[in-house]
């Protein structure tokens, strides 16, 4: 007798869920956000309100350049507050060291501006080691109160003009007849912004690349609880210092950038309040996060140029005393803004995102 077989119908693979693929092409953000700063010296687009000019004018791209930096400096600042937990008040210093340090070679030693460069870096990262491991000795506010008697120590150094080396309270211009013909003069402005753009992107990179290897790991165990990281027998002295020396290095390097965006090494980025000032932007953007202190660092720093020129326009003036006199103070703006986002972003604006998917998923 036979039997009839049914035949077994094959699965069918089930089409990709809406949801993934916006996840998947999400990931790709940071590549077209990349493309179009590269591409950004080439634009003549207006930006009335965000820029003074069109993108590629040289005035507009210096003031994207300086967002840059500080981005990355917060970024890099990051290592130490939001991966690592140590709150240091003397990472001005560093940026310092690599602005100076660089500035002198080329001055007092007359070495080529690459040769000059290498030393720069290396003595800012060297300093961060020095002083790292006489810092690290101590925890918590000790940790904080020692970084801040470090910077203040050398900005009263700088301030002295020891052999006049620093140029006291005036600071001191590059050599322009030192530096590579094509970092000099307002022509070159591009340069200078790419420049700034690929110390971004390593500073990025090596931010992630450190995070996410077993010592970034370690850091975190560090910032959750010390006295654990103890127990599993690592010592955290070590790898506190080497988050230390890491951010050192990259704040030297940023020191160096902006001697060339500035043309010369000024005594106010050796100061606590600059440091105070890379605190707020990673609070700003939010601590701990991958983008958040690049964010908190480019907005900081475009407020704190563009809201100078909003505190003196003619709308300002024309208001009530009432409001005309706070709204005259661009600090005051500053710390307007820095409250309001506190307050109704808790996290920083990294957690933006977020916050404003949050409500969709509960309305489904």
């Known amino acids: 007798m036979s039997t009839a077989t049914t035949?077994?119908?094959?699965?069918?693979?089930?089409?990709?869920?809406?949801?993934?693929?916006?996840?998947?092409?999400l990931r790709w953000w940071p590549a077209a956000v990349l493309v179009?700063?590269?591409?950004?010296?080439?634009?003549?687009?207006?930006?009335?309100?965000?820029?003074?000019?069109?993108?590629?004018?040289?005035?507009?791209?210096?003031?994207?350049?300086?967002?840059?930096?500080?981005?990355?400096?917060?970024?890099?600042?990051?290592?130490?507050l939001g991966r690592t937990g140590l709150l240091s008040f003397g990472h001005a210093l560093y940026f310092a060291a690599g602005s100076y340090a660089t500035n002198m070679f080329l001055l007092e030693a007359g070495l080529p501006f690459a040769a000059a460069a290498v030393l720069g870096l290396c003595s800012g990262a060297a300093l961060a080691l020095v002083l790292g491991?006489?810092?690290?000795?101590?925890?918590?506010?000790?940790?904080?109160?020692?970084?801040?008697?470090?910077?203040?120590?050398?900005?009263?150094?700088?301030?002295?003009?020891?052999?006049?080396?620093?140029?006291?309270?005036e600071g001191r211009a590059a050599p322009a007849e030192l530096l590579p013909s094509w970092?000099?003069?307002?022509?070159?402005?591009?340069?200078?912004?790419?420049?700034?753009?690929?110390?971004?992107?390593?500073t990025l990179g090596v931010v992630r690349w450190a995070v996410r290897s077993p010592t970034g790991r370690v850091w975190e165990g560090i910032k959750e609880?010390?006295?654990?990281?103890?127990?599993?027998?690592?010592?955290?002295?070590?790898?506190?210092?080497?988050a230390f020396v890491l951010a050192g290095a990259l704040a030297a390097a940023g020191g160096l950038v902006h001697l060339l965006l500035t043309g010369g090494s000024t005594p106010q980025t050796t100061t606590s309040d600059f440091t105070l000032s890379l605190l707020v932007m990673v609070v700003l953007g939010g601590s701990g996060t991958r983008w958040g202190p690049m964010a908190g660092g480019i907005l900081y720093t475009w407020a704190d140029h563009r809201l100078g020129d909003l505190a003196g326009s003619g709308a300002v003036a024309d208001l009530p005393a009432?409001?005309?006199?706070?709204?005259?103070?661009?600090?005051?703006?500053?710390?307007?803004?820095?409250?309001?986002?506190?307050?109704?972003?808790?996290?920083?604006?990294?957690?933006?995102?977020?916050?404003?998917?949050?409500?969709?998923?509960?309305?489904q």
């Open 36 to 80: 179009l700063l590269i591409v950004a010296p080439f634009s003549a687009l207006p930006l009335p309100g965000l820029l003074d000019g069109p993108v590629g004018s040289p005035g507009s791209l210096q003031l994207l350049a300086t967002c840059l930096l500080f981005g990355a400096l917060a970024t890099g600042y990051d290592l130490l």
């Open 225 to 242: 609880n010390e006295r654990r990281v103890e127990v599993l027998g690592l010592k955290p002295y070590g790898f506190k210092l080497t």
């Open 133 to 169: 491991s006489v810092s690290l000795r101590v925890t918590g506010i000790g940790f904080s109160m020692v970084t801040l008697a470090f910077a203040q120590a050398g900005s009263i150094l700088v301030s002295r003009n020891p052999g006049g080396l620093t140029g006291g309270e």
């Open 322 to 363: 009432v409001l005309r006199v706070p709204l005259s103070q661009p600090l005051f703006l500053l710390g307007v803004l820095f409250v309001a986002v506190v307050h109704l972003l808790p996290g920083g604006l990294a957690r933006l995102p977020s916050r404003l998917r949050r409500p969709r998923k509960e309305n």
């Open 7 to 25: 035949p077994v119908p094959t699965p069918t693979a089930a089409p990709p869920a809406p949801g993934r693929d916006r996840a998947r092409a």
């Open 183 to 202: 970092l000099v003069g307002i022509d070159h402005t591009a340069n200078l912004y790419w420049i700034t753009l690929a110390y971004l992107v390593l």
